[in-house]
């Protein structure tokens, strides 16, 4: 089967980031630039683009980061095509992540490589882009948009920022833990939590996560995941147990569910039901 071009676009509207999601067998990209940064992940086939005069090539799971300003093209490499995920932060979120980063303000940083083979940025751009685009978790999505966004600047930055060291918070990590626990039926945004705390957003994630063993937004995933059991195992209907414990959907609770669990809701409810013990 034939599978022809397509390219899929999103505006995130919490945090005003656009992205894409491709496949390109035959258009190819005439030489252009953009005034925010773009971030490509090559999930299959292979890519090439010239940058600056050179010519790259981009195999699946290979990276590409492009300033602001700088023409380049792109287009596939073979006849099998490829498909890509982009993120395009700007300037602006640019400079607040490396801001995060180091506690204090500085100018918009860039990428001094334009092509790189990363394969824990690999996860976390794949994992941003799925938040994202989702848009079912505003925690999750603003806790992986300026994770990565950091971490590409402390790696790939033209000045690799030293990164702020971490002081003993077990005080705001319990308020933020219980903070969390009171409202795991709301929505809950990374800064909010961290004015709660007051603490800057990306040094709460990093003192939380290595305190507690989980970013923020695994944690509230968790508590969720634990009350819907408790409402599933009382014979509460799944779409109503999704809503009850701050679920946008029925299939978030699935999707959430089967990665916690390691079972649908569905199949969790059938065992509990038929026996009333695990077998």
């Known amino acids: 089967m034939v599978v022809n071009d397509r390219r899929k676009f999103w505006h995130n509207p919490q945090l005003d980031?656009?992205?894409m999601h491709a496949f390109h067998r035959e258009y190819a990209y005439p030489r252009h630039g953009h005034?925010?940064?773009?971030?490509?992940?090559?999930e299959h086939g292979v890519q090439s683009f010239t940058h600056k005069g050179t010519?790259?090539?981009?195999?699946?799971?290979?990276?590409?980061?492009?300033?602001?300003?700088?023409?380049h093209t792109g287009a596939p490499a073979s006849a099998h095509g490829f498909q890509m995920r982009c993120i395009y932060p700007t300037e602006a979120h640019m400079q607040t992540a490396v801001t995060e980063l180091t506690?204090?303000?500085?100018?918009?940083p860039f990428f001094?490589?334009?092509r790189i083979d990363d394969p824990a940025a690999n996860h976390d751009i794949w994992a941003l882009h799925d938040a994202l685009s989702q848009n079912e978790d505003p925690l999750e999505a603003e806790s992986r948009f300026i994770a990565t966004l950091a971490q590409l600047i402390k790696r790939y930055g033209e000045v690799r920022p030293a990164e702020r060291p971490l002081g003993q918070e077990h005080t705001a990590v319990q308020q933020a833990k219980n903070y969390l626990a009171d409202r795991f039926d709301q929505p809950v945004s990374l800064n909010e939590l961290a004015e709660h705390v007051a603490l800057s957003p990306y040094y709460l994630l990093r003192v939380f996560h290595a305190e507690v063993g989980l970013p923020p937004h695994a944690y509230l995933q968790d508590l969720r995941i634990r009350h819907a059991q408790r409402l599933i195992?009382?014979?509460?209907?799944?779409?109503?147990a999704a809503l009850a414990v701050g679920f946008s959907s029925q299939s978030h609770l699935t999707r959430r569910f089967k990665q916690i669990v390691g079972m649908t809701p569905g199949q969790y409810a059938r065992q509990i039901h038929h026996t009333g013990v695990w077998r």
């Open 112 to 114: 001094r490589e334009v």
């Open 55 to 71: 010519k790259y090539v981009t195999p699946p799971s290979g990276l590409i980061l492009i300033n602001p300003g700088i023409v």
């Open 233 to 240: 195992e009382l014979g509460t209907s799944l779409a109503d």
């Open 17 to 19: 980031v656009r992205l």
């Open 103 to 108: 506690g204090h303000p500085n100018a918009v």
């Open 35 to 42: 005034d925010h940064f773009v971030i490509c992940l090559i």
